[in-house]
C-alpha cells in the first residue's frame, strides 16, 4: 500500500512556528524586527553595512560554529546535572571528587557543553560548585571565545554565572596576594594567571563592540553583570527592582548548596585597574554616539537598561562632578544649559515622564543626579505638576523618585497638590504613590492631617474608616467556612493596600490611629479572616509588632482570636500572626500565658504540621509544658519587656483559672499554699509585735504616773 507522501523537516517547521508564536524575537538573535522597538536612526557617515557597521555601531562577524555532543556524551552529562541538582552526596569530599570526574570529561568540550541547549545548565552548576581553581580553569577555556559565547542564548547564561561566582574570588587574591601562586601542576603548558588579569583579558576581546552588545538581546545581560564586577557594587539588591537579570531568568541551582549567598549582597574591593576599566567601559560604550542615538537607547527595551546602568556608575563611581563633562552620559542626553521650555533636552525630558521605557532612565536620572540639578529640573519641569503625575499610571513612579528628593517645604507644597486627588488615586487603586508620600512625610517631619482626612473619605464605610476595604477583602466564606481570599492574594491591588496601610501605621498619631482603631472593631469573624489571609495577615503583624500600637489596641485585638489560636497556628499565614502575638503581648502577661495554654491544649495537631511546629517552637512551648517558671523568665527576656509579671500565684490565680476552664496543677496548688502559708505567719508576726509594743507602751505610761504622784 503506497505511503502518505511527507514533506521533509516538517517538525523542524512545526518547531518553528511554535517559537514565532510564542516568541517573535526568538527567530532572530541579533537582528530585530518587532514592530514595536523603536528604529535606532542610521549615522551619516556609516551606510548600513553587514561586514562594517549598522547605525553607525560595529559589529562582530557571524557567531562560530563549535560543533554538537554525540549521543552518549548528552546522555552522560544529563545524568550528571541530575545528581548536581539533587546534590544527595555523602560528604563535601565525595562531590568534590564528583565535579573533579566531570570536568575530565568535559575536557575539550567546554564550548559544546555552554552552547547547548540540554547540557547548558550543567556547566551553570559546575560553576556554582567549583573550586577557584577550576573556576580559573574555565575562564582560560572560555578566554578569547567570549565575544561569541556572550551573544548565544544558552551560553550567554554561563558568561553571567562565570562572572559572578568569579568576582569574590578577585577580592580575596586583592587581600592575599599569595593566593595568585598556584603549587604546580602535572600539565606543563599550564600558566599561573590572576583573576583579576582574566577579567581585563575578557574586557579586551569586547572592546570595540560594546555599542553593538548594548542592545543584543543575550549579550547586554551579561554586560550587566560585567559593570558590576567592575565596579565593585553587591551583584544583587534584596527588595529592589534590578536591571541586571531579566525576571524571566531561570533560576538554575543546587538543591541545598552550602554556598553562602551573602556575599552577593556584599560592597566588594576591586583593584584599580578595574575602575580604570570601567570608566573606558563608559567612554567607549557612548564614544562615537550622537545625542540623537542616545535617547533612542533611552526607549529602547534592551539599551534602557544597559544605558541605566552606566548612567548610574558614572553618577556614583566617579562622583557627581561628572555631571558637568562634556563627554559624560548625562551630559550627552541633556546637554542644554540651561535646561527650560523650547530646548530639545525640554522635550526629551517630557517625552521620557509618560513613557514605559523611557520613565526608567528618567527615574535613575532624578534617584542619581546633583542636588544642584534636580533642583533645577524639578522647579522647571514639574514643581507644578506633582498632582497630574501622581494620577498618571506611568509618571506616577517619576513623582515617587522626585518626592524622595525633596525637602520639607517642597515636599509640604507638592503633598498639598497631590492630597486633592487622594479619592480619584484610591478609585484607580493606585496607592502605591500615597505608600511614598506618607513614608517620606513622616521622614521629613510633615504634618499628615490633610492625607488623613482624605483617606477617611475614600474608606470611609457605615462604621466609619474601613480597613477591610483598603485591604480588599471578601467577606463571604467559602462552604467549608474558610476564606475565599487565597484565590486572590496574588492581585497587585491587595498587596498595593496592605503596603498603604503598613505605611499609615508607621506614622505616630491620628493617621496611624485609622488602621490601629478599624483593626480593633473587626470582630472575631474578620479578624480570623484578615489573620488567613496571604497579603492581609502582614498588616496585622504590623500592627502587633507596631512601636506606634498602645497596650489598650493590642490587647482587644489579640483578644478577637481566643478560641482560634490552635485554628490559625495551622494556617500558612495565620501562623506568622500567632508568632507576632509574641511581641505584641509585651506587658500584656495575662493574655501571653492565655495564648500560651491554648496552645498548650492544640499540642497533637501542632506537632502533625510542619508550621504548627514552627509557632511552638518560636513559643518555646516545650519549656512552658515542663518548667513554667522558667518560660515566664525566658519570654521576659525575649520579649525585651522590663515590665514583665507573670500571673500572681495567689487566690485570684485559682480564680482566674477557674474562669479560664483550667484546673491548676498539683505544683501550684502547693505553691499557692505554701504562699497563704507565709501570709498568714507574717500577719501573726505583724499581730504580736504590735501587741508586745503596745504594752511595752502602757508600762512606760505607767511608771510615769507613779513618778509624777
Known amino acids: 500500500m503506497p505511503k502518505e507522501h511527507k514533506k521533509r523537516g516538517r517538525r523542524d517547521e512545526l518547531k518553528k512556528r511554535k517559537r514565532d508564536h510564542d516568541d517573535p524575537d526568538e527567530a532572530s538573535k541579533r537582528h530585530k524586527h518587532a514592530d514595536d522597538e523603536p528604529t535606532l536612526p542610521p549615522a551619516a557617515d556609516h551606510p548600513p553595512c553587514q561586514d562594517d557597521a549598522v547605525n553607525g555601531v560595529t559589529r562582530p562577524e557571524a557567531l562560530p560554529y563549535y560543533g554538537m555532543l554525540d549521543d552518549d556524551e548528552q546522555e552522560y552529562f544529563k545524568?550528571?546535572?541530575?545528581?548536581?541538582?539533587?546534590?544527595?552526596?555523602?560528604?563535601?569530599?565525595?562531590?568534590?571528587?564528583?565535579?573533579?570526574?566531570?570536568?575530565?570529561?568535559?575536557?575539550?568540550?567546554?564550548?559544546?557543553?555552554?552552547?547547548?541547549?540540554?547540557?547548558?545548565?550543567?556547566?551553570?552548576?559546575?560553576?556554582?560548585?567549583?573550586?577557584?581553581?577550576?573556576?580559573?580553569?574555565?575562564?582560560?577555556?572560555?578566554?578569547?571565545?567570549?565575544?561569541?559565547?556572550?551573544?548565544?542564548?544558552?551560553?550567554?547564561?554561563?558568561?553571567?554565572?562565570?562572572?559572578?561566582?568569579?568576582?569574590?574570588?578577585?577580592?580575596?587574591?586583592?587581600?592575599?596576594?599569595?593566593?595568585?601562586?598556584?603549587?604546580?601542576?602535572?600539565?606543563?603548558?599550564?600558566?599561573v594567571v590572576s583573576m583579576e588579569n582574566l577579567f581585563i583579558y575578557t574586557l579586551g576581546e569586547l572592546e570595540g563592540y560594546l555599542g553593538f552588545l548594548m542592545t543584543d538581546r543575550f549579550a547586554s545581560h551579561v554586560l550587566r553583570v560585567l559593570l558590576v564586577v567592575l565596579a565593585g557594587v553587591p551583584l544583587e539588591k534584596p527588595n529592589h527592582k534590578s536591571v541586571v537579570q531579566s525576571k524571566r531568568k531561570e533560576k538554575v541551582g543546587v538543591?541545598?548548596?552550602?554556598?553562602?549567598?551573602?556575599?552577593?549582597?556584599?560592597?566588594?574591593?576591586?583593584?584599580?585597574?578595574?575602575?580604570?576599566?570601567?570608566?573606558?567601559?563608559?567612554?567607549?560604550?557612548?564614544?562615537?554616539?550622537?545625542?540623537?542615538?542616545?535617547?533612542?537607547?533611552?526607549?529602547?527595551?534592551?539599551?534602557?537598561?544597559?544605558?541605566?546602568?552606566?548612567?548610574?556608575?558614572?553618577l556614583t563611581q566617579f562622583g557627581k562632578s561628572r555631571a558637568k563633562d562634556e563627554t559624560s552620559i548625562i551630559h550627552r542626553l541633556l546637554p542644554d544649559d540651561p535646561i527650560a521650555e523650547g530646548t530639545e533636552s525640554a522635550s526629551f525630558i517630557n517625552g521620557l515622564v509618560y513613557d514605559p521605557i523611557g520613565s526608567r532612565l528618567l527615574e535613575t536620572i532624578i534617584e542619581?543626579?546633583?542636588?544642584?540639578?534636580?533642583?533645577?529640573?524639578?522647579?522647571?519641569?514639574?514643581?507644578?505638576?506633582?498632582?497630574?503625575?501622581?494620577?498618571?499610571?506611568?509618571?506616577?513612579?517619576?513623582?515617587?523618585?522626585?518626592?524622595?528628593?525633596?525637602?520639607?517645604?517642597?515636599?509640604?507644597?507638592?503633598?498639598?497638590?497631590?492630597?486633592?486627588?487622594?479619592?480619584?488615586?484610591?478609585?484607580?487603586?493606585?496607592?502605591?504613590?500615597?505608600?511614598?508620600?506618607?513614608?517620606?512625610?513622616a521622614i521629613r517631619g510633615v504634618d499628615t492631617t490633610r492625607i488623613k482626612a482624605q483617606l477617611e473619605a475614600a474608606y470611609g464605610g457605615s462604621n466609619g474608616f474601613e480597613v477591610t476595604r483598603m485591604l480588599r477583602l471578601i467577606e463571604a466564606p467559602s462552604d467549608d467556612g474558610k476564606s475565599d481570599s487565597k484565590h486572590t492574594h496574588s492581585h497587585p491591588e491587595k498587596v498595593h493596600g496592605s503596603l498603604l496601610a503598613q505605611a499609615m501605621m508607621s506614622v505616630p498619631g491620628p493617621l496611624g490611629n485609622l488602621i490601629f482603631d478599624?483593626?480593633?472593631?473587626?470582630?472575631?469573624?474578620?479578624?480570623?479572616?484578615?489573620?488567613?489571609?496571604?497579603?492581609?495577615?502582614?498588616?496585622?503583624?504590623?500592627?502587633?509588632?507596631?512601636?506606634?500600637?498602645?497596650?489598650?489596641?493590642?490587647?482587644?485585638?489579640?483578644?478577637?482570636?481566643?478560641?482560634?489560636?490552635?485554628?490559625?497556628?495551622?494556617?500558612?499565614?495565620?501562623?506568622?500572626?500567632?508568632?507576632?502575638?509574641?511581641?505584641?503581648?509585651?506587658?500584656?502577661?495575662?493574655?501571653?500565658?492565655?495564648?500560651?495554654?491554648?496552645?498548650?491544649?492544640?499540642?497533637?495537631?501542632?506537632?502533625?504540621?510542619?508550621?504548627?511546629?514552627?509557632?511552638?517552637r518560636n513559643w518555646q512551648m516545650d519549656l512552658y509544658k515542663r518548667r513554667r517558671a522558667d518560660w515566664v523568665k525566658q519570654s521576659k527576656w525575649t520579649a525585651g519587656n522590663d515590665g514583665f509579671q507573670s500571673f500572681p500565684e495567689s487566690n485570684g490565680d485559682i480564680?482566674?483559672?477557674?474562669?479560664?476552664?483550667?484546673?491548676p496543677t498539683a505544683i501550684e496548688l502547693a505553691r499557692q499554699k505554701h504562699a497563704a502559708a507565709k501570709a498568714t505567719q507574717a500577719k501573726k508576726d505583724t499581730k504580736k509585735e504590735k501587741h508586745a509594743a503596745k504594752e511595752s507602751t502602757d508600762k512606760g505610761k505607767g511608771k510615769a504616773t507613779v513618778i509624777t504622784q
Request: charged residues 25%; neutral net charge; proline residues 4%.
Open 368 to 441: 542619581n543626579s546633583p542636588g544642584k540639578f534636580f533642583k533645577a529640573i524639578y522647579r522647571e519641569f514639574f514643581k507644578e505638576r506633582m498632582g497630574s503625575l501622581a494620577r498618571n499610571e506611568i509618571a506616577s513612579y517619576v513623582a515617587g523618585k522626585i518626592l524622595e528628593r525633596l525637602g520639607k517645604e517642597d515636599l509640604d507644597e507638592a503633598m498639598r497638590q497631590m492630597v486633592e486627588h487622594i479619592p480619584n488615586l484610591v478609585e484607580r487603586n493606585r496607592t502605591a504613590i500615597l505608600k511614598t508620600l506618607i513614608e517620606r512625610c
Open 655 to 663: 480564680l482566674t483559672n477557674f474562669k479560664s476552664g483550667r484546673q
Open 518 to 616: 478599624s483593626l480593633a472593631r473587626l470582630g472575631t469573624h474578620l479578624s480570623v479572616q484578615v489573620a488567613r489571609d496571604p497579603t492581609a495577615s502582614r498588616t496585622l503583624q504590623a500592627a502587633l509588632t507596631s512601636p506606634n500600637a498602645s497596650v489598650i489596641f493590642r490587647r482587644k485585638m489579640i483578644q478577637q482570636f481566643y478560641g482560634h489560636v490552635g485554628e490559625l497556628a495551622l494556617d500558612p499565614a495565620g501562623s506568622h500572626v500567632i508568632d507576632a502575638i509574641w511581641q505584641g503581648t509585651a506587658g500584656l502577661a495575662f493574655i501571653r500565658e492565655r495564648v500560651a495554654e491554648e496552645l498548650a491544649e492544640n499540642e497533637a495537631s501542632l506537632r502533625e504540621s510542619y508550621v504548627g511546629r514552627a509557632v511552638w
Open 255 to 314: 538543591s541545598g548548596s552550602e554556598k553562602n549567598k551573602e556575599w552577593l549582597l556584599e560592597k566588594r574591593t576591586v583593584p584599580q585597574s578595574f575602575l580604570d576599566a570601567l570608566e573606558k567601559v563608559i567612554n567607549d560604550s557612548v564614544s562615537g554616539l550622537d545625542s540623537t542615538y542616545l535617547r533612542a537607547l533611552a526607549v529602547h527595551p534592551t539599551g534602557n537598561p544597559t544605558l541605566q546602568m552606566l548612567l548610574q556608575l558614572e
Open 79 to 191: 545524568r550528571a546535572d541530575e545528581l548536581l541538582e539533587l546534590n544527595q552526596f555523602a560528604d563535601a569530599d565525595e562531590r568534590s571528587l564528583f565535579l573533579e570526574n566531570v570536568y575530565r570529561e568535559a575536557a575539550g568540550k567546554e564550548l559544546k557543553i555552554a552552547n547547548s541547549q540540554s547540557c547548558s545548565r550543567l556547566m551553570e552548576r559546575l560553576i556554582l560548585l567549583s573550586t577557584p581553581a577550576q573556576l580559573k580553569g574555565l575562564f582560560q577555556k572560555f578566554s578569547g571565545h567570549f565575544l561569541a559565547l556572550v551573544q548565544h542564548r544558552f551560553a550567554s547564561h554561563c558568561c553571567e554565572a562565570l562572572f559572578i561566582h568569579a568576582a569574590p574570588i578577585v577580592t580575596q587574591e586583592l587581600s592575599k596576594p599569595e593566593l595568585t601562586h598556584a603549587p604546580p601542576s602535572s600539565d606543563p603548558d599550564a600558566v
